[in-house]
Structures are given as structure tokens and as C-alpha cells.
């Protein structure tokens, strides 16, 4: 299982602030985010622009998800 949490653009496109979701061996952070823009179409452009946290640190799309783990999507923003 990993805990998905959405922040911002992602939460608005998404429709909701986070999910837990089962997790198949060897799925990676790409699988995820793949998985999630099937389900929300809409939504895949907002996805593909986030920043990925995995655990509270960068991850890249080949990381490996463990089971457990949490998974925090966060769209390009800007502020000052």
C-alpha cells in the first residue's frame, strides 16, 4: 500500500487530497503517476509536471515504491 497525498494544482485536478492505493512488487514512481493519470485523463497534464517526494525526499520516476511508503505530488509553483 502507498499513501499518495496531493498538493495544490494536483489536489484541484485530482479532486482530492490524497489516497491510498495497493502496490504491486517493483512498482515504480512512474508507475504510479502513470497509473493515476489513466484513471483521471484530465488530469495528466497537471501530473506530469509535478515534483515527486517519496518518503519526504526527491524521487526519480525509475525509483522503486516500497510498500509502505508515502508519495507526495507536487505541482511547479511560485511565490515570493
Known amino acids: 500500500m502507498v499513501e499518495l ?3 495544490a494544482a494536483a ?5 482530492r487530497s490524497g489516497e491510498s492505493l495497493p502496490l504491486d512488487d517493483g512498482v515504480t514512481v512512474a ?6 493519470s489513466a484513471g483521471s485523463p484530465e488530469a ?3 501530473l506530469a509536471r509535478c515534483s515527486v ?3 519526504g525526499r526527491r524521487a526519480a520516476p525509475s525509483d522503486v515504491v516500497p510498500d ?5 505530488l507536487l ?3 511560485a511565490g515570493g
Open 53 to 55: 517526494l517519496l518518503d
Open 31 to 36: 508507475d504510479v503517476v502513470g497509473r493515476l
Open 44 to 46: 495528466a497534464p497537471v
Open 68 to 72: 509502505g511508503a508515502t508519495l507526495d
Open 5 to 7: 497525498r496531493y498538493f
Open 11 to 15: 489536489r484541484a485536478a485530482l479532486g
Open 75 to 77: 505541482p511547479p509553483f
